[in-house]
Protein backbone atom coordinates (compact mmCIF):
# COMPACT_ATOMS: atom_id res chain seq x y z
CA UNK A 1 0.00 0.00 0.00
CA UNK A 2 0.95 3.67 -0.65
CA UNK A 3 -0.10 6.34 1.10
CA UNK A 4 0.51 10.31 0.30
CA UNK A 5 -0.57 13.17 1.94
CA UNK A 6 -0.55 16.57 1.11
CA UNK A 7 -0.17 19.63 3.22
CA UNK A 8 0.07 23.31 3.43
CA UNK A 9 -1.16 26.99 4.12
CA UNK A 10 -4.95 27.10 3.87
CA UNK A 11 -5.60 28.21 0.31
CA UNK A 12 -3.03 27.21 -1.53
CA UNK A 13 -5.22 24.79 -3.75
CA UNK A 14 -3.70 20.95 -2.38
CA UNK A 15 -7.40 19.65 -2.26
CA UNK A 16 -7.27 20.06 -5.95
CA UNK A 17 -4.27 18.60 -6.20
CA UNK A 18 -4.75 15.68 -3.89
CA UNK A 19 -7.86 14.99 -5.80
CA UNK A 20 -5.71 15.46 -9.21
CA UNK A 21 -3.44 13.01 -7.69
CA UNK A 22 -5.86 10.87 -7.08
CA UNK A 23 -7.35 10.38 -10.70
CA UNK A 24 -4.39 9.84 -12.23
CA UNK A 25 -3.23 6.87 -10.09
CA UNK A 26 -6.58 5.58 -10.62
CA UNK A 27 -6.02 5.33 -14.45
CA UNK A 28 -3.29 3.20 -14.09
CA UNK A 29 -5.43 0.88 -12.62
CA UNK A 30 -4.66 0.89 -8.92
CA UNK A 31 -7.42 1.22 -5.78
CA UNK A 32 -7.44 4.64 -5.07
CA UNK A 33 -9.06 6.30 -1.93
CA UNK A 34 -8.63 9.97 -2.12
CA UNK A 35 -10.15 11.59 1.61
CA UNK A 36 -9.77 14.33 3.30
CA UNK A 37 -9.39 15.03 7.20
CA UNK A 38 -9.73 19.24 6.87
CA UNK A 39 -12.80 20.30 8.62
CA UNK A 40 -13.42 22.84 6.04
CA UNK A 41 -13.99 20.51 3.99
CA UNK A 42 -13.86 21.14 -0.29
CA UNK A 43 -13.06 17.77 -1.82
CA UNK A 44 -16.51 17.13 -2.71
CA UNK A 45 -16.25 20.97 -4.77
CA UNK A 46 -13.47 19.91 -6.30
CA UNK A 47 -15.03 16.86 -7.99
CA UNK A 48 -18.42 18.37 -8.56
CA UNK A 49 -20.04 15.31 -6.44
CA UNK A 50 -21.35 14.87 -3.29
CA UNK A 51 -19.49 12.89 -0.56
CA UNK A 52 -19.94 11.41 2.80
CA UNK A 53 -18.46 10.06 5.71
CA UNK A 54 -17.72 6.56 3.91
CA UNK A 55 -15.86 6.38 0.78
CA UNK A 56 -17.93 7.34 -2.37
CA UNK A 57 -16.86 5.28 -5.79
CA UNK A 58 -16.64 7.92 -8.01
CA UNK A 59 -15.33 6.09 -11.11
CA UNK A 60 -13.53 2.83 -11.96
CA UNK A 61 -10.47 3.06 -9.35
CA UNK A 62 -11.60 5.70 -7.30
CA UNK A 63 -12.92 6.37 -4.27
CA UNK A 64 -13.83 9.35 -2.14
CA UNK A 65 -14.56 10.79 1.03
CA UNK A 66 -14.76 13.76 3.40
CA UNK A 67 -14.25 12.47 7.07
CA UNK A 68 -16.64 13.96 9.72
CA UNK A 69 -14.19 15.12 12.52
CA UNK A 70 -17.11 15.10 14.91
CA UNK A 71 -18.43 11.86 14.62
CA UNK A 72 -14.55 10.77 14.92
CA UNK A 73 -14.06 12.54 17.99
CA UNK A 74 -17.20 10.54 19.45
CA UNK A 75 -16.35 7.84 18.25
CA UNK A 76 -12.55 7.73 19.33
CA UNK A 77 -12.83 9.92 22.32
CA UNK A 78 -16.28 9.64 23.53
CA UNK A 79 -16.21 7.95 26.90
CA UNK A 80 -13.06 10.22 27.72
CA UNK A 81 -14.75 13.17 26.47
CA UNK A 82 -17.69 12.31 28.36
CA UNK A 83 -15.94 11.74 31.64
CA UNK A 84 -13.68 15.39 30.99
CA UNK A 85 -17.49 17.06 31.20
CA UNK A 86 -18.41 15.27 34.30
CA UNK A 87 -15.20 16.53 35.75
CA UNK A 88 -15.25 20.73 34.22
CA UNK A 89 -19.03 20.55 35.17
CA UNK A 90 -18.85 18.70 38.90
CA UNK A 91 -19.16 22.25 40.34
CA UNK A 92 -20.37 24.19 37.50
CA UNK A 93 -23.22 24.68 35.10
CA UNK A 94 -23.13 21.68 32.26
CA UNK A 95 -23.05 23.64 28.25
CA UNK A 96 -22.42 23.13 25.56
CA UNK A 97 -19.12 25.67 25.98
CA UNK A 98 -17.98 22.98 28.73
CA UNK A 99 -18.45 20.02 25.83
CA UNK A 100 -16.27 21.95 23.36
CA UNK A 101 -13.05 22.48 26.07
CA UNK A 102 -12.92 18.55 26.28
CA UNK A 103 -11.74 18.60 22.48
CA UNK A 104 -8.06 19.63 22.69
CA UNK A 105 -6.72 21.46 20.36
CA UNK A 106 -5.82 18.90 17.10
CA UNK A 107 -7.87 16.41 18.24
CA UNK A 108 -10.19 16.59 15.44
CA UNK A 109 -7.70 16.29 13.07
CA UNK A 110 -5.82 13.76 14.90
CA UNK A 111 -8.65 11.31 15.42
CA UNK A 112 -9.75 11.55 11.59
CA UNK A 113 -6.00 10.86 10.22
CA UNK A 114 -6.89 7.04 12.98
CA UNK A 115 -9.70 6.30 10.17
CA UNK A 116 -6.64 5.29 7.56
CA UNK A 117 -5.03 3.09 10.01
CA UNK A 118 -8.44 1.06 9.71
CA UNK A 119 -8.53 1.19 6.16
CA UNK A 120 -4.29 0.20 6.38
CA UNK A 121 -5.28 -2.79 8.34
CA UNK A 122 -7.95 -3.77 6.46
CA UNK A 123 -6.37 -3.64 2.99
CA UNK A 124 -9.08 -2.45 0.51
CA UNK A 125 -7.57 0.12 -1.01
CA UNK A 126 -3.91 -0.03 -2.79
CA UNK A 127 -3.27 4.08 -2.56
CA UNK A 128 -4.44 6.28 -0.05
CA UNK A 129 -4.32 10.43 -0.94
CA UNK A 130 -4.89 12.37 2.23
CA UNK A 131 -6.09 15.98 1.90
CA UNK A 132 -4.71 17.23 5.68
CA UNK A 133 -5.99 20.09 7.49
CA UNK A 134 -3.83 23.61 6.38
CA UNK A 135 -0.97 22.67 8.97
CA UNK A 136 1.93 20.07 9.20
CA UNK A 137 1.56 20.50 13.59
CA UNK A 138 -1.27 17.53 13.07
CA UNK A 139 1.25 15.20 12.34
CA UNK A 140 3.71 16.60 14.92
CA UNK A 141 0.80 15.02 17.21
CA UNK A 142 1.48 11.55 16.15
CA UNK A 143 5.00 11.84 17.88
CA UNK A 144 3.17 12.07 20.98
CA UNK A 145 3.26 8.49 21.38
CA UNK A 146 6.96 8.46 21.63
CA UNK A 147 7.27 10.55 24.18
CA UNK A 148 4.73 9.31 26.29
CA UNK A 149 5.86 5.39 25.68
CA UNK A 150 8.05 5.05 29.20
CA UNK A 151 5.29 6.58 31.00
CA UNK A 152 2.39 4.63 29.26
CA UNK A 153 4.23 1.15 29.59
CA UNK A 154 5.43 1.36 33.44
CA UNK A 155 3.27 4.08 35.08
CA UNK A 156 -0.19 3.84 33.61
CA UNK A 157 -0.97 0.00 34.36
CA UNK A 158 0.09 0.91 38.17
CA UNK A 159 -2.02 4.50 37.77
CA UNK A 160 -4.95 2.35 35.98
CA UNK A 161 -4.94 -0.83 39.06
CA UNK A 162 -4.39 2.06 41.72
CA UNK A 163 -7.77 4.42 40.75
CA UNK A 164 -9.76 1.19 40.37
CA UNK A 165 -9.19 0.57 44.32
CA UNK A 166 -9.01 3.91 45.61
CA UNK A 167 -11.01 5.85 42.76
CA UNK A 168 -14.34 5.22 44.97
CA UNK A 169 -12.70 6.78 48.16
CA UNK A 170 -11.18 9.13 46.63
CA UNK A 171 -14.48 10.31 44.75
CA UNK A 172 -16.34 10.18 47.99
CA UNK A 173 -13.63 12.71 49.58
CA UNK A 174 -13.15 14.53 46.93
CA UNK A 175 -16.76 15.14 45.30
CA UNK A 176 -15.01 14.87 42.11
CA UNK A 177 -15.57 11.52 39.55
CA UNK A 178 -12.70 9.31 38.91
CA UNK A 179 -12.50 7.94 35.33
CA UNK A 180 -13.52 4.67 34.91
CA UNK A 181 -11.79 1.56 33.73
CA UNK A 182 -13.73 2.14 29.98
CA UNK A 183 -12.43 5.62 30.30
CA UNK A 184 -8.72 4.58 31.18
CA UNK A 185 -8.83 1.56 28.11
CA UNK A 186 -9.98 4.11 25.67
CA UNK A 187 -7.16 6.20 26.74
CA UNK A 188 -4.67 3.03 26.16
CA UNK A 189 -6.06 1.90 22.91
CA UNK A 190 -5.94 5.03 21.36
CA UNK A 191 -2.25 5.57 22.57
CA UNK A 192 -1.47 2.34 20.95
CA UNK A 193 -3.22 3.44 17.87
CA UNK A 194 -1.27 6.45 17.69
CA UNK A 195 1.70 5.08 18.26
CA UNK A 196 0.90 2.61 14.94
CA UNK A 197 -0.14 5.30 13.16
CA UNK A 198 3.15 6.89 13.69
CA UNK A 199 4.75 3.95 12.39
CA UNK A 200 2.95 3.24 9.16
CA UNK A 201 3.69 7.30 8.58
CA UNK A 202 7.00 7.24 9.17
CA UNK A 203 7.57 4.54 7.11
CA UNK A 204 9.21 5.44 3.85
CA UNK A 205 8.43 2.58 2.22
CA UNK A 206 4.67 2.88 2.84
CA UNK A 207 4.24 6.80 3.09
CA UNK A 208 5.61 10.29 1.59
CA UNK A 209 4.19 13.65 2.21
CA UNK A 210 3.93 16.44 -0.65
CA UNK A 211 4.11 19.73 0.52
CA UNK A 212 2.04 22.56 -2.09
CA UNK A 213 3.02 25.94 -2.12
CA UNK A 214 2.04 28.91 -4.51
CA UNK A 215 4.73 31.11 -5.32
CA UNK A 216 4.19 34.03 -2.93
CA UNK A 217 6.07 35.16 0.11
CA UNK A 218 3.77 34.21 2.93
CA UNK A 219 3.23 30.99 1.77
CA UNK A 220 6.84 30.16 1.32
CA UNK A 221 7.70 31.00 4.95
CA UNK A 222 5.17 28.66 6.13
CA UNK A 223 5.87 25.77 3.84
CA UNK A 224 9.66 25.93 5.06
CA UNK A 225 8.46 25.85 9.03
CA UNK A 226 6.42 23.11 8.04
CA UNK A 227 8.97 21.77 5.88
CA UNK A 228 11.77 22.40 8.85
CA UNK A 229 9.42 19.75 11.57
CA UNK A 230 8.60 17.56 9.71
CA UNK A 231 12.09 16.45 8.68
CA UNK A 232 12.71 16.48 12.48
CA UNK A 233 10.00 13.87 13.18
CA UNK A 234 10.94 11.58 10.27
CA UNK A 235 8.17 12.10 8.03
CA UNK A 236 9.61 11.55 4.64
CA UNK A 237 8.70 14.94 2.40
CA UNK A 238 9.25 13.85 -1.07
CA UNK A 239 8.21 16.43 -3.14
CA UNK A 240 6.85 19.39 -3.34
CA UNK A 241 3.84 20.84 -5.66
CA UNK A 242 4.03 24.84 -6.71
CA UNK A 243 0.62 25.85 -7.65
CA UNK A 244 -1.29 28.40 -10.03
CA UNK A 245 2.39 29.64 -11.70
CA UNK A 246 1.46 31.84 -14.77
CA UNK A 247 2.33 30.00 -17.54
CA UNK A 248 5.30 31.99 -19.89
CA UNK A 249 2.71 31.80 -22.61
CA UNK A 250 0.87 34.07 -21.14
CA UNK A 251 1.89 37.40 -22.45
CA UNK A 252 -0.89 40.25 -21.35
CA UNK A 253 1.08 43.09 -20.11
CA UNK A 254 -1.36 42.98 -16.81
CA UNK A 255 0.44 39.86 -15.68
CA UNK A 256 4.11 40.69 -16.42
CA UNK A 257 4.63 42.05 -12.86
CA UNK A 258 3.21 39.32 -11.45
CA UNK A 259 5.19 36.64 -13.34
CA UNK A 260 8.26 38.72 -12.51
CA UNK A 261 7.22 38.41 -8.71
CA UNK A 262 6.77 34.35 -9.30
CA UNK A 263 9.99 33.92 -10.92
CA UNK A 264 11.72 35.54 -8.16
CA UNK A 265 9.39 32.98 -5.33
CA UNK A 266 10.29 30.12 -7.73
CA UNK A 267 13.95 30.41 -7.44
CA UNK A 268 13.32 31.02 -2.86
CA UNK A 269 11.72 27.50 -3.56
CA UNK A 270 14.36 25.69 -5.03
CA UNK A 271 16.96 27.13 -2.48
CA UNK A 272 14.56 26.19 0.28
CA UNK A 273 13.64 22.83 -0.83
CA UNK A 274 16.62 21.40 -2.61
CA UNK A 275 17.27 18.23 -3.17
CA UNK A 276 13.69 17.60 -3.08
CA UNK A 277 11.86 17.58 -6.36
CA UNK A 278 9.69 20.48 -7.49
CA UNK A 279 6.55 19.94 -9.23
CA UNK A 280 4.84 23.03 -11.09
CA UNK A 281 1.22 23.48 -11.84
CA UNK A 282 0.00 25.94 -14.02
CA UNK A 283 -2.88 28.63 -13.16
CA UNK A 284 -4.85 27.30 -15.63
CA UNK A 285 -7.86 29.86 -17.34
CA UNK A 286 -10.97 28.31 -15.35
CA UNK A 287 -11.37 26.83 -12.34
CA UNK A 288 -10.24 23.27 -11.63
CA UNK A 289 -13.60 21.28 -10.97
CA UNK A 290 -14.81 17.95 -12.03
CA UNK A 291 -12.85 15.02 -13.56
CA UNK A 292 -11.93 16.43 -16.79
CA UNK A 293 -10.00 19.32 -15.34
CA UNK A 294 -8.59 17.37 -12.33
CA UNK A 295 -7.15 14.73 -15.09
CA UNK A 296 -5.52 18.05 -16.92
CA UNK A 297 -3.90 19.33 -13.77
CA UNK A 298 -2.53 15.96 -12.99
CA UNK A 299 -0.94 15.92 -16.68
CA UNK A 300 0.67 19.13 -16.09
CA UNK A 301 2.39 18.29 -12.81
CA UNK A 302 3.91 14.37 -13.35
CA UNK A 303 3.71 15.22 -17.11
CA UNK A 304 5.00 11.36 -17.85
CA UNK A 305 5.69 10.00 -14.75
CA UNK A 306 3.60 8.01 -11.88
CA UNK A 307 2.44 9.95 -9.13
CA UNK A 308 2.47 6.95 -7.11
CA UNK A 309 6.07 6.68 -6.80
CA UNK A 310 8.41 7.89 -4.27
CA UNK A 311 9.59 10.66 -5.70
CA UNK A 312 12.67 11.00 -3.02
CA UNK A 313 13.44 9.21 0.05
CA UNK A 314 16.07 10.46 2.49
CA UNK A 315 16.39 12.45 5.65
CA UNK A 316 17.02 16.60 3.97
CA UNK A 317 17.59 17.43 7.47
CA UNK A 318 17.51 16.11 11.02
CA UNK A 319 18.38 17.28 14.55
CA UNK A 320 20.12 15.40 17.26
CA UNK A 321 21.59 16.07 20.69
CA UNK A 322 25.62 15.94 21.33
CA UNK A 323 25.97 16.64 25.35
CA UNK A 324 25.10 19.84 26.05
CA UNK A 325 24.63 20.94 22.36
CA UNK A 326 22.60 20.15 19.66
CA UNK A 327 23.60 19.23 16.08
CA UNK A 328 21.59 20.64 12.41
CA UNK A 329 22.52 18.00 9.85
CA UNK A 330 21.29 19.35 6.22
CA UNK A 331 22.11 17.46 3.18
CA UNK A 332 23.67 19.66 0.92
CA UNK A 333 23.86 17.31 -2.19
CA UNK A 334 26.34 19.02 -5.00
CA UNK A 335 27.77 21.49 -2.64
CA UNK A 336 31.65 22.27 -2.49
CA UNK A 337 33.24 22.86 0.93
CA UNK A 338 34.95 25.91 -0.03
CA UNK A 339 31.73 27.90 -1.35
CA UNK A 340 29.87 27.30 1.98
CA UNK A 341 28.63 30.04 4.01
CA UNK A 342 26.51 30.70 6.86
CA UNK A 343 24.22 33.46 8.69
CA UNK A 344 21.79 33.40 11.13
CA UNK A 345 18.88 36.11 11.04
CA UNK A 346 15.54 35.22 13.58
CA UNK A 347 14.58 32.23 12.97
CA UNK A 348 16.13 32.04 9.83
CA UNK A 349 19.44 29.89 9.08
CA UNK A 350 20.96 31.19 5.32
CA UNK A 351 23.53 28.83 3.86
CA UNK A 352 25.05 30.40 0.79
CA UNK A 353 27.12 28.29 -1.85
CA UNK A 354 28.41 30.60 -4.69
CA UNK A 355 25.29 31.61 -6.32
CA UNK A 356 23.00 28.92 -4.60
CA UNK A 357 21.34 30.20 -1.30
CA UNK A 358 19.25 27.74 1.08
CA UNK A 359 16.71 28.98 3.65
CA UNK A 360 15.96 26.84 6.69
CA UNK A 361 13.59 27.85 9.18
CA UNK A 362 14.79 26.84 12.48
CA UNK A 363 12.94 24.58 15.21
CA UNK A 364 11.92 26.37 18.31
CA UNK A 365 14.41 24.19 20.27
CA UNK A 366 17.54 26.02 18.71
CA UNK A 367 16.67 29.26 18.59
CA UNK A 368 17.91 30.11 22.39
CA UNK A 369 21.23 28.95 21.24
CA UNK A 370 24.05 30.48 19.06
CA UNK A 371 26.39 28.46 15.92
CA UNK A 372 29.53 27.11 17.63
CA UNK A 373 30.80 25.27 14.84
CA UNK A 374 30.24 23.51 11.46
CA UNK A 375 31.76 20.51 9.19
CA UNK A 376 31.07 19.57 6.07
CA UNK A 377 31.56 15.97 4.66
CA UNK A 378 29.82 13.59 2.53
CA UNK A 379 27.28 16.10 1.11
CA UNK A 380 25.91 16.35 4.73
CA UNK A 381 26.79 20.01 6.63
CA UNK A 382 26.68 19.69 10.11
CA UNK A 383 25.91 22.46 12.57
CA UNK A 384 26.60 22.72 16.01
CA UNK A 385 24.39 24.60 18.27
CA UNK A 386 25.06 25.69 21.85
CA UNK A 387 25.08 28.58 24.75
CA UNK A 388 28.32 29.79 25.94
CA UNK A 389 31.69 30.99 23.93
CA UNK A 390 31.00 30.61 20.20
CA UNK A 391 33.79 29.00 18.49
Not at 15 to 35: F, N, W, Y
Not at 236 to 256: G, H, L, M, S, W
Amino acid sequence: MRIILYTGKGGVGKTSIAAATAVKIAEQGKKTLVLSTDPAHSLGDSFDMKLSNEPVELRKNLWAQEIDAIHEVEEGWGKVQKYFTELFTAKAVKDITTQELTVFPGMEDLLSLLRILKYYKEGRFEVIIIDCAPTGETLALLSFPEMLRWWMEKLFPLKKKAIKVAGPIAESILKIPMPSGQVLDEIDNMYYQLDEMKKIFTDRDVTSIRIVVNPEKMVIKEAQRSFTYLNIYDFNVDAVVVNRVIPENVTDEYFKVWKDIQRKYKEDIIDSFTPIPIYYAPLFETEVVGIKMLKRMAEEVFKGESPVEIKYNGRAQSVSKDGEDYILAIAMPFMDKKDLSLNQKGDQLIIKAGSIKRNITLPRTLLDFSIKKAKFEEEMLKIWFGGGNDE
